[in-house]
């Protein structure tokens, strides 16, 4: 009742807001295409040759949750309109209502498979706001993280588009890998994904020689397993079939559409954030920028396939030059007080920790209580940070009003913005292209729905 | 932390806050769901409203709809401002979250006002001042269409005359000394409180020069209407589509002005700052939780 008469009342000056009908059963929602019936229904199928067909939202080959409405003329595809919202979960709003440091948790499952770029640009606008500045070890430990997860998430991409088209080994082989980056994450953070690692002032949690052993029995494998990969397919007839001249854009396109990433990069313009606006020291780190000129799926594929070798490059010179030392900020106001221990379920406290404020001093209590209840106050004001995640520019425009929860945090989502060019370059192809174009995007519905 | 302003005035004690709850009439405070077959509803006394004079020791609870909660912020407004003009900074009432939830902390009377960001003073420092140079150099109609300029934190934010944006980022993107060519992020941000609550930011990007800048506009709620960018920036398509979806901002002149993330049919606009969460209590080992957004919580 609260909820109907608040949002009737203000939707009754708004000439464009749908009505919704009150039955018996309560309030209920018409959740089909507004516009099916219309499209459907403008054309007489015994004259015409236009197909209307409705691909999605439960397609294995649109990436989750994507629908696709798609005109066709025989087997040439006309026009697409992608309808997307069907993951909404409503982070941003959720993240009006908990605390800075809470708002890592919700970020995370934006983009899901790369957490730690989302996790990061979040935690890199609440610091600018704050005006603090994280330990070198957390800086090094960020960008290790952030590189493991650009390989992880190409290698899901790999695996999928592979599998779409026709190559189920490709898809085998690629979740093989992907599965000893996850077994790293877990051992670094204890959870394989959503794992809200990364936090304002730092990460959540040291990296042990467990791990690091780990990461570099990964940088021995992980070369041959490119090389692998490049034996498979890179040559293969099939795949240039599929991939080559097929959804081409161009970079006028991609600047006109907002396109950045591997997408932008196949167009030839080198602009990698790492490179062109560095964060996080990337500027110390010796790697190229890997561009293609074909515009095509076949570029984009090589693009991501030399990002994965250019990652294992910074990952290894992350290694050389990891010094022990702290991974959260000194101020305690900030700094959440607990090194959390990896118990056999998960993330957990620290048993000395607690025992500490338990048995031995009221005042760490206290301030435990208030750090973790209460939350750090950010100083007011609005700032926009991005940084390269696998899709392309991520960015985080947060406001804060003074308080200890976010005023306003928008996610300017790469999958989001780049699915919008699915129109533009499946239009006049044929069906299956469409398939093969909407995966060159690699969107990942968690993040374009939020 | 300088930018907090903390209590710059002090409420009266909530068991004093009688003149606001006696200046409106008891039928506007009276939860919406109340059966009416028991009787007139004006004899009815409700929790929370002091029947007969007799002093109600608690803070007002309203269980009525965020709009109602929204009337009794106004009115502390009043209080704090000694009846003038409600001014046009918001202000945050005491430590903690829901208004008129019953608490009894003491510290319910704490009023912290929203600090906004003071007009930059030249020179900007870094490329700022080129740019807001520039810009008055290619656009006939600066001075009309800039509100404002302000530096904060190393970025630099443009307030725009919204019936100006759409010309202003024409420029922004074609004039050579600018180039802004590259539409990063286009979003919205509800400032209730304010008369013009709704804005829109856009972060302009350019490559050429790797700069970075905001352009800010505001819109009141009644009259949410904003050019659309989408011929300079065909990126704006779905980021206005979502900020329409999620705010009420009308982009005029956007092709294709539909929801996107919500359903087709969605009543209201979920982001919006009195647009409520909409969770569930939830019971756990006999006691129920209430929902995120009506839970004591600290601010």
Known sequence: ?450 | MEGIVVADEKLPHPAEDKPSADAKPAGERMPQSTDVSEGPADEKVYPGHAAAGEPDPLPVKHPTDSIDRLQATDDLDEMVSGGGAPTSNPVQHGMFGVIGSGDTSGMGGLVRRRPTAAPAERPYGSYFDETVDALAAAFPQFDAAVEAVTVDRDELTIHIRPEFIAQVCQTMRDDPALRYEFCSDVSGTDYLGEARRLHVTYHLLSMTFRRRVRLEVAVSVDDPHVPSVTKVYPTADWQERETYDMYGVIFDGHPNLTRILMPDDWEGHPQRKDYPLGGVPVEYKGAEIPPPDERRQYK
């Not at chain 1, 025989?74 to 979960?89: A, F, Q, S, W």
């Not at chain 1, 082989?173 to 002032?201: D, H, K, S």
């Not at chain 1, 040559?235 to 997408?263: E, F, N």
């Open chain 1, 1 to 450: 009742m609260t909820e109907h008469s608040t949002s009737s009342r203000a939707s009754a000056k708004d000439p464009f807001a749908a009505t919704a009908r009150d039955t018996t059963e309560g309030k209920v929602y018409t959740v089909t295409g507004g516009d099916w019936d219309t499209i459907v229904g403008s054309d007489d199928p015994l004259h015409h040759e236009k197909l209307v067909i409705n691909m999605g939202p439960q397609h294995p080959s649109t990436h989750g949750v994507l629908r696709l409405v798609l005109e066709m003329e025989g087997e040439t595809v006309t026009d697409v309109r992608p309808v997307i919202g069907y993951l909404h979960t409503g982070i941003e709003k959720n993240m009006e209502y908990r605390t800075w440091t809470q708002g890592s948790t919700f970020v995370t499952r934006a983009d899901y498979l790369s957490p730690v770029a989302n996790e990061t640009v979040y935690c890199l606008a609440v610091e600018k706001l704050l005006g603090v500045e994280i330990t070198e070890r957390a800086r090094l430990i960020r960008v290790l993280m952030l590189e493991l997860n650009r390989i992880a998430s190409h290698l899901v991409w790999f695996a999928t588009t592979g599998m779409e088209l026709g190559a189920t080994t490709m898809m085998i082989i690629g979740f093989r890998e992907r599965e000893m980056i996850l077994e790293i994450f877990e051992l670094i953070t204890g959870l394989r994904m959503n794992m809200a690692y990364v936090r304002p002032g730092g990460v959540a949690q040291d990296v042990t020689q467990d791990a690091i052993d780990a990461i570099r029995e990964f940088l021995k494998v992980m070369p041959k397993r490119l090389k692998q990969y490049e034996n498979l397919m890179n040559g293969q007839p099939v795949l240039h079939a599929r991939t080559k001249g097929v959804a081409y854009l161009d970079v006028s396109g991609c600047l006109a559409l907002g396109v950045t990433g591997p997408v932008l990069r196949s167009a030839g313009l080198p602009w990698d954030l790492r490179k062109t606006m560095p964060y996080l020291g990337y500027d110390e780190f010796d790697f190229e920028v890997p561009t293609e000129t074909t515009c095509d799926v076949y570029g984009r594929w090589m693009v991501r396939w030399h990002e994965c070798q250019e990652s294992l490059k910074i990952v290894q010179q992350v290694l050389d030059r990891l010094e022990p030392g702290p991974v959260m900020v000194e101020d305690k106001k900030i700094a959440w007080p607990a090194q959390l221990a990896i118990g056999t379920d998960g993330m957990g406290n620290s048993l000395s920790h607690v025992a500490k404020i338990m048995g031995q001093s009221m005042e760490a209590l206290i301030h435990h209580f208030k750090l973790v209840t209460e939350g750090f106050r950010v100083p007011a004001g609005q700032v926009y940070t991005s940084i390269e995640s696998p899709r392309g520019e991520i960015g985080c425009h947060a406001v804060s009003d003074g308080g200890t929860r976010p005023y306003r945090v928008h996610v300017r989502e790469p999958s989001f913005v780049n699915l919008q060019a699915l129109p533009a370059i499946s239009e006049g192809g044929l069906l299956a292209d469409v398939v093969a174009g909407g995966a060159s995007l690699d969107p990942v519905m968690g993040g374009v729905d939020r």
